[in-house]
C-alpha cells in the first residue's frame, strides 16, 4: 500500500503517520509525481492534480483532500474512474469563525481609524464605533463553518439568519431562509457573510439586485468562494454605496491582481484567502486522516467526509 501526500507535513507530523501504519510506504513530495503511477491513496490540497495526473494514477483508489473546496480537482476523470474523494469538513471552523469575528469587531470598534491615529501620534477620541449587539446577520451556508460563525455571534447578542438551499433548519441560526427567498430577508441584515462553496448553484448567486436590497450600511463579507458574485457587481455596490463595506477572503481571480481597485479602495479590506490558516491546519487534517486510513486499511470502509463530486460538496 503506498499514499502520495502532494505536500509536505511537518516532520513530526510524518514520523505520526508512519508510526500509525507501518505496513504503508508514504510519500511525501511536493511538486513531485513521480510517485504517482504507484500510490493507493492520494492526500492533497485538491488544486495540484490534473485529468493527466488521475491517468497516470492507474491504482488510485481514494483521494483525500486537504481542504473543504474540490472545485479545482478535475472532476470528469475522476468520476470516470469512480474514484472515492473525501474531505476534511468541518476544520475549518475555528480559524475562520474567528477570523471573521475579527474583521467584524475590527470595524466596528473602529480599530483602523485607532491604528492609523497611532502611527500618526493623533489623541484623536472623535472615533465612530458600534457594537454588535442587537444587530442581524444573514449567513450564507450555515453548515460547519457558518453554525460555527454563528454561534460566536449569538453570544455577542446578534440575530442569525442562515440561508440554504432548502431553508431547513442549521445550528445556532436564529431564523432559516433558502436562496430562493434570501431578497426577502436582506434588507434585514446589519452583515451578509458567506461561507458557500462553489457549486452550479452558488455560482453568481448573488447579483445587482441582491445588492441594491441591502441597507446602505451593511457589511458584506465573502469567506466562501470568489464565484459567489461577479467583480463587476460587487464594485458598482460599493462604488454607489449601495453598501457600506465589504470584507473579501476570496475573489474571482486569485491571486488578486495588483491593478484591481480594490487593493485602494477605503471601504474593503483584502485578505489574501488566509482566513482558514492556523498551526494545527494538518494536525486536525490528520486526526480526520487516520480513522478513515485505519478502516480503509481494514475492509475498505468508505470514508466519512465523502464528497459528491457532481453537486461539488
Given at each position: 500500500m503506498e499514499i502520495l501526500f502532494t505536500f509536505i507535513p511537518k516532520e513530526d507530523q510524518q514520523q505520526r503517520l508512519e508510526a500509525e501504519f507501518p505496513q504503508v510506504d508514504f510519500h511525501f513530495l511536493y511538486k513531485d509525481k513521480t510517485r504517482l503511477a504507484s500510490a493507493d491513496i492520494i492526500v492533497t490540497y485538491g488544486e495540484d492534480l490534473t485529468a493527466e495526473d488521475i491517468a497516470a494514477a492507474e491504482k488510485v483508489q481514494w483521494i483525500m483532500v486537504a481542504s473543504a473546496g474540490i472545485e479545482k480537482l478535475p472532476h470528469q476523470a475522476i468520476a470516470e474512474r469512480e474514484i472515492t474523494v473525501s474531505n476534511v469538513k468541518g476544520i475549518h471552523?475555528?480559524?475562520?469563525?474567528?477570523?471573521?469575528?475579527?474583521?467584524?469587531?475590527?470595524?466596528?470598534?473602529?480599530?483602523p481609524a485607532i491604528y492609523e491615529n497611532q502611527r500618526s501620534?493623533?489623541?484623536?477620541?472623535?472615533?465612530?464605533?458600534?457594537?454588535?449587539?442587537?444587530?442581524?446577520?444573514?449567513?450564507?451556508?450555515?453548515?460547519?463553518?457558518?453554525?460555527e460563525i454563528g454561534r460566536l455571534l449569538q453570544a455577542f447578542g446578534v440575530r442569525t439568519i442562515?440561508?440554504?438551499?432548502?431553508?431547513?433548519?442549521?445550528?445556532?441560526?436564529?431564523?432559516?431562509?433558502?436562496?430562493?427567498?434570501?431578497?426577502?430577508?436582506?434588507?434585514?441584515?446589519?452583515?451578509?457573510?458567506?461561507?458557500?462553496?462553489?457549486?452550479?448553484?452558488?455560482?453568481?448567486?448573488?447579483?445587482?439586485?441582491?445588492?441594491?436590497a441591502m441597507k446602505n450600511t451593511a457589511i458584506f463579507m465573502n469567506f466562501g468562494r470568489g464565484d459567489l458574485v461577479s467583480d463587476a457587481?460587487?464594485?458598482?455596490?460599493?462604488?454607489?454605496?449601495?453598501?457600506?463595506?465589504?470584507?473579501?477572503?476570496?475573489?474571482?481571480?486569485?491571486?488578486?491582481?495588483?491593478?484591481?481597485?480594490?487593493?485602494?479602495?477605503?471601504?474593503?479590506?483584502?485578505?489574501?484567502?488566509?482566513?482558514s490558516h492556523s498551526g494545527k491546519y494538518v494536525e486536525r487534517a490528520l486526526d480526520i486522516f487516520i480513522p478513515n486510513l485505519k478502516k480503509w486499511l481494514a475492509d475498505q470502509t468508505?470514508?466519512?467526509?465523502?464528497?459528491?463530486?457532481?453537486?461539488?460538496y
Open positions: 471552523k475555528i480559524p475562520m469563525a474567528e477570523s471573521v469575528l475579527a474583521h467584524l469587531l475590527s470595524l466596528k470598534r473602529s480599530l501620534r493623533d489623541w484623536n477620541r472623535k472615533i465612530r464605533s458600534s457594537e454588535l449587539h442587537g444587530s442581524t446577520a444573514i449567513i450564507l451556508g450555515p453548515g460547519a463553518i457558518g453554525s442562515g440561508c440554504n438551499r432548502s431553508g431547513k433548519q442549521a445550528l445556532h441560526m436564529d431564523e432559516m431562509v433558502s436562496f430562493e427567498h434570501i431578497l426577502e430577508k436582506l434588507p434585514q441584515a446589519d452583515y451578509v457573510l458567506s461561507i458557500l462553496p462553489s457549486t452550479h448553484e452558488t455560482k453568481q448567486l448573488l447579483t445587482s439586485t441582491h445588492f441594491k457587481v460587487l464594485l458598482e455596490a460599493l462604488q454607489s454605496e449601495e453598501i457600506a463595506y465589504a470584507v473579501l477572503d476570496v475573489f474571482e481571480l486569485e491571486p488578486l491582481p495588483t491593478e484591481h481597485p480594490y487593493w485602494t479602495m477605503d471601504n474593503v479590506v483584502v485578505s489574501p484567502h488566509v482566513s468508505i470514508p466519512a467526509n465523502l464528497v459528491n463530486m457532481e453537486k461539488g
